[in-house]
């Protein structure tokens, strides 16, 4: 008997747990677009945070996920630190949406759903239709999962064994309730999931095992175990982040705090909202809403003081002066959100591509020499671009990882060969500017000829890359194929160019301008190629 109830509880928490995980996977990529929308939408507004994170968690079914992903956006410095605390509050009510799924009780329904759930998907075809069906899939594993725990359950009412270690646990004084709900927090922080938790809590309720006090006990530590998830996420992350993280934990902790103080009159005002006797899961949903909602109305007028606090003291160590991009190791849990800013930074890259081609052509117009300044200015932009490189791919190579649809793979790709081939472009133009300055150094003045040349060169370039690039934040196909005729043209140019000055070379030419001529040549010609190549990658079918 007792192998019977281990395995029934064991495979019913792990089918739980599997459906939990389907089901918030599928409605990550269900919400996608929606979720860079809202991300969008966010405002220093507090109310408007709060809302924010109330909807994303419910949208991904998740606290865990949006409060890392919450994390991730404050360390890519996309939220502000006191934006996060209020999306940190919100996911705190989104989480309880969980509750009130279990509050169906549709546990002998949970196989048919699986079922049909998962005969569709093996017939549907197109992504979203699979993905609908493996979230549909995932809520029937949920109450698949429970029903089997609740079966494996229910021979322990009547064992006397059983019977005296849950007296062990119970809420009926202050000491028992904070007890229990420290048993809560440790459980979920073991199993990294406050919806598993939830489901055993209410199974072991509807059988009996635990009284409804105990039970509310222990969804209240159940909120401060979900903390370790966030504080797990924030190690090695920027000093912002790590505050974000901390307000996470402090805000529960203080939050369960106050109710176990006064925890039989919240009980007693609980009594008054819902019938505990006949509907006991409904309660512990209740209790679990009512709690994070009384929660957000004490802490919502404190977020700018709990900011100023955390700033204060945990300080700074230097390490959000790192990055250039907005993207974070710690955003991989929502891919549609780093698809969509990967192609911000690309975008961004490009502004920058564009500042070098401007210096270069200023200089070939003026016929002016080529400063320090302007040469460190873009030595800075390439080192930069370095950096962004780095940073997306590090970024996009784990999302490539997750379970994605087609199309935000393939996206997913582009955006990588994009990001790499503007970052050789970018290599390009600076040591177009070394040659420019070793043939300065050498005390060499361009003749008129080569300046026209080569600001002809560099403005058809620059000309090119400005179509190439709107069409790559406007997903122009049309227009990468016209920017094809440019590009064969600019190889016309470079072709005319060389074949002038090799047949125009004159003796006692200076070795030095000649080789750094065809250097500047050869390297306009490279870029050339390079964009080339990005407008392969859209063109291609």
Known sequence: MY?????????????????????????????????????????????????IGIFVTMLVQSSSVSTVMTIGFVNASLLTLKQG????????????????????NIGKYGLPITGAAAISYVFFRSDKARTRSLTVMGLGLIFLGLDLMSNGLKPIRTMPEFIELFKLFNADT???????????????????????????????????????????????GENVGTTVTAFLAS????????????????????????????????????????????????????????????????????????????????KGNGKSDEKVTKLDKLMVGTPSVVVGQTKIEITNMGQNIKEMMFALEETFAKNESISDAKLSRLQKIENDLDLYQKEISDVNFLILNKDLTDSMREETRKNLEVCDEYETISDYLMRIGKSIRKI??????????????????????????????????????????????????????????????????????????????????????????????????????
């Not at 459980?187 to 509310?216: E, H, M, N």
């Open 85 to 104: 605390l209020g999306v940190i509050l919100g996911a705190n009510i989104g989480t309880t949406v969980t509750g009130w799924l279990l509050v169906l």
């Open 174 to 220: 202050y000491l028992g309730a904070v007890k229990v709900a420290v048993v809560g927090a440790c459980i979920t922080g073991i199993v990294q999931s406050s919806a598993a938790t939830l489901g055993i809590t209410i199974t072991l309720a509807v059988q009996g095992l635990i009284d409804y006090p105990t039970a509310v006990a222990l969804v209240l």
């Open 235 to 314: 190690l090695g992350a920027t000093t912002n982040a790590k505050r974000a993280a901390y307000a996470h934990t402090i805000i529960n902790t203080v939050g369960v705090m106050w109710v176990t103080a006064i925890f039989p009159f919240y009980i007693k005002f609980l009594g008054h909202i819902v019938d505990i006797e006949n509907n006991i899961v409904f309660g512990i949903a209740t209790a679990h809403t009512m709690f994070n909602v009384l929660n957000i109305f004490l802490f919502i007028p404190f977020t700018g003081p709990l900011s100023t606090f955390l700033t204060k003291v945990v």
């Open 3 to 51: 192998l019977n109830i281990i395995f029934n509880v064991i495979g019913g928490l792990g089918i739980f747990l599997y459906g939990m995980e389907n089901m918030s996977g599928g409605m990550q990529k269900l919400a996608g677009k929606k979720l860079k929308k809202i991300l969008a939408a966010l405002t220093t507004n507090r109310f408007m945070a709060v809302l």
């Open 440 to 541: 300065q150094d050498n005390n060499i003045q361009i003749n008129e000829k080569a300046r026209k040349t080569l600001f002809d060169l560099n403005e058809n370039i620059e000309i090119l890359f400005r179509e190439i690039n709107i069409a790559f934040e406007t997903k122009d196909r049309e227009r990468f194929i016209k920017a094809i005729k440019q590009s064969n043209e600019i190889t016309d140019k470079f072709r005319e160019a060389r074949s002038f000055h090799l047949a125009n070379v004159k003796a006692g030419c200076s070795a030095v301008f000649s080789t750094s001529y065809m250097d500047i040549l050869n390297h306009y010609r490279r870029i050339r190629d390079h964009i080339f190549n990005i407008i392969e990658v859209f063109t291609r079918l």
